[in-house]
């Protein structure tokens, strides 16, 4: 968020709050700064009554986004936040600082995403946000959309741009060739090159069994419910509530398999747990209790989970110089022992899923004698 | 006879490239020793490397097996073992702190820096490699006087040894066996690197482990004067990655001092009386010609940071000569490649090396202004000292003796010919010889027409003009 001196930043607050209805009460309340926006609230003591979002992005992007988060409020969905609309009927406001919406605010805390029961309940607020997925524009087509991470070509189907989205993970990979190819011949010279080359095989062949399963488990996308994903994972874009999590903004989203989410959730956050089975079982669970998964996205789920994603991200921070070897050496170390945690536990979840999948197959074919 | 010899080249500063490292063998080869760097490099561990305990070299022989003019044919035998310890499955513990902002991280890239990161990518080929000379993996390295003395014995000698060891006591003899049996079951052929074995009782519970290595070496010697003994003067073992050991070894071939000192000193000679052996043939005033120059080279090492240096070779190849008329000077030009062997102060990867720096030279000979080809040309190093001036920067200071000869005492076609410089010039036995008799005409395939089967049947040839 742009910085903007103290006088500048009432006088954009007062136009955006004469934009909405005065019945709102908007004008008496007082407004504090947070991350991304302001709280607005009667009384400074007491708990909060709007949150005004600021976003830096495509206003169009932003439009999608809030079409989406009301549908699914409409739906019933209480695990997002209700959004004010304008006196106009807008349900944002486009100025030079950026995009402004309004949202009822709810009583919560930040959650702590280090306890067990977080990262459960975390999924099934992701859940209860796909359950009602929704594609805002008619027959499933994004017209000038850009797919994040690609120059989408225009009028493409959300099919495609999903498949575009696979690519990307499979050029990430081909990326891993051309250092380890460069560091082999030339001899690795510090103990991040030295690690590299030393892994580098294990991982790229786990990469390309991770994308071959993913292939195959989404090859018919019939099989495999694609649609809005929410980007923003991140810890602060969640909010405890007394009735459960809360998904503070879905202004970040990309296209994908709704599954993905799942698999990059536990991703995240399972590291924190230790990957903990039980934890990684109950999430799931949560998850399934409010979104059913398909085989194919069971299989989708494993696959993404052991796709070798950090060791891409640590390579290409080293290559462009981010960060110093010997940090990304100690990092990569770190991933790597932490890989020999996830396989454990991958294992645990697949015989899991699986055995789950073959008892209810039982219990089908029983039911239909 | 002294002239002067003039030195055309001499930059401020010369650039040492290391050489990459090789494996199994890298040699550098001076005149009167040589280097050899033996490297191993091997993914032994099934689970990640907890500790490395302990390098030792548990046999290193080496004799002389052939000669050939003045060189030695060295060959023998090295075996070495690594103790480690593996992690066992519960020690491997990390720190999850980043985790859930690195995978986010991977995802947003992937969403909005496609373009910019295609480009950072592309820098990778332009990149200087960023080197820190401490590592995360433990590493050893020992010198030739921390490892048992009679690991140092030459084959023969060891053997003696050990018939000694048999005729004395049986317990000494059962042991010695029972030990050899040992190494033999556990597999360790020679050239080849045994795999990691297991070790028994206690140990093994903790996730001890052995590396053992048993090896072939061969090496040559160039321009022997004394006798020539194999030293093994450095070990290095490293942990080079989770799973993988590096084992390094230095051996160095050159003249025995402890026989060198038993002999009475040779008296000084004055320059130039002693002459290379190629030389030696003519001895008349206003033939030979010979100089002395002192050579004093500013070295850098910009991709390596040397702790230490073992030694330093120098090869003259591609000889080539001419004659300047206006200064009325034979040219000679030849390309000079000046090597340094060396212990990296950069710990983490092999820390034994060698660095070059190759350049062409020219040198202007006076050699009594005559415009004649010379009939060869020897150049002798004597000891060169390298003296650190500051980090990564060296002055190199030696001397260099040549000796050019222009006219030969007994003339002969093999001998006129200007490739003939240095090493391969016959010398005084050539001289001695005499020259074999000229054959008659057609006596060449005449003496073949007598050979023991066709003398039987005579085959008379005739040759119309």
Known sequence: MKEQPKKQQEDLLAQIRSQYEPELGLEGMSAAKMKDGWLLSRDPESEAGYALWEVHKDPERVRLALAWQEQVKAKGCAEVLTIRKTSQGESFIRREEGVFYLTEWVAGTPPEVDKRETLPAVARGLAALYKHNYLPVPGGQLSGQQLPGEPAPEELSLDEQAGLWLKGRQEKLTELLKPFHFWRENGATNDFERLYVENFPDLYARGQEALEKIVLAGADWGNMPVGFLLANLAAENFWQTREGIVILRTTDWQLGPLISSLALLLKMYLPLQQWNREVARETIRHYRACLPLRPSEKQYLLADLAFPSRFWLYTRQYCAGQEKAPVLAEKLKNYLYELTWQDQCLADLEQWLWEEEEAEQEKEGREKL | ?465
């Open chain 2, 1 to 465: 006879m002294m002239r002067g010899l003039e030195r055309l080249e001499a930059g401020p500063e010369k650039l040492l490239c290391p050489e990459k490292h090789s494996f199994p063998w890298q040699v550098l080869a001076a005149e009167g020793e040589s280097w050899l760097i033996l490297r191993w490099k091997e993914k032994v561990a099934d689970r990640p490397i907890r500790q490395l305990k302990q390098v030792v070299l548990e046999d290193f022989c080496g004799e002389l097996t052939a000669e050939k003019e003045s060189a030695q044919l060295f060959c023998g035998q090295i075996r070495l073992k690594v103790d480690y310890e593996e992690n066992g499955p519960d020690q491997l513990t990390f720190s999850a702190e980043q985790a859930w902002r690195e995978e986010l991280m991977v995802e947003e890239r992937s969403a909005v820096e496609k373009g910019e990161e295609n480009s950072l990518l592309a820098q990778l080929w332009r990149r200087q490699a960023e080197v820190t000379e401490k590592s995360l993996f433990p590493s050893l390295l020992l010198n030739g006087n921390e490892l048992p003395k009679d690991s140092f014995l030459p084959l023969g000698e060891k053997d003696t040894e050990e018939k000694k060891e048999a005729t004395g006591a049986a317990g000494a003899k059962e042991r010695t066996k029972g030990e050899e049996t040992v190494g033999t079951e556990e597999g360790a052929e020679v050239g080849k690197t045994t795999g990691a074995e297991k070790e028994t009782g206690a140990e093994k519970t903790k996730g001890a482990r052995t590396w053992k290595v048993q090896a072939p070496w061969r090496c040559w010697v160039q321009e022997c004067a004394g006798r020539i003994k194999p030293v093994c003067l450095k070990i290095h073992g490293a942990q080079v990655g989770l799973y993988t050991l590096l084992l390094e070894v230095v051996i160095k071939l050159g003249e025995d001092k402890e026989e060198s000192s038993d002999r009475p000193p040779k008296p000084q000679a004055e320059p130039g009386a002693e002459l290379p052996s190629a030389f030696r043939l003519t001895k008349e005033p206003g033939k030979l010609w010979t100089s002395v120059r002192e050579n004093k080279l500013l070295l850098r090492m910009e991709d390596d940071a040397p702790a230490e240096v073992l030694g330093v070779a120098v090869e003259r190849a591609f000889p080539c000569f001419s004659y300047d008329t206006q200064e009325q000077k034979l040219v000679w030009e030849y390309l000079r490649r000046l090597s340094v062997i060396y212990v990296s102060a950069r710990e983490g990867g092999a820390r034994f090396g060698i660095a070059s720096h190759l350049e062409k030279e020219k040198a202007l000979l006076e050699n009594g202004a005559e415009a004649l080809l010379p009939v060869a040309l020897a150049a002798e190093r004597e000891k060169g000292e390298l003296t650190p001036v500051y980090e990564q920067t060296f002055l190199y200071s030696e001397k260099e003796r040549f000796c050019l000869a222009m006219e030969l005492e007994h003339e002969s076609e093999e001998r006129s010919a200007p490739g003939a410089w240095g090493k391969d010039a016959g010398g005084e036995e050539l001289s001695k010889r005499e020259a074999p008799p000229r054959c008659k005409p057609c006596a060449r395939w005449l003496k073949k027409a007598n050979g023991s089967r066709e003398k039987q049947r005579m085959t008379v040839i005739t040759i119309k003009v």
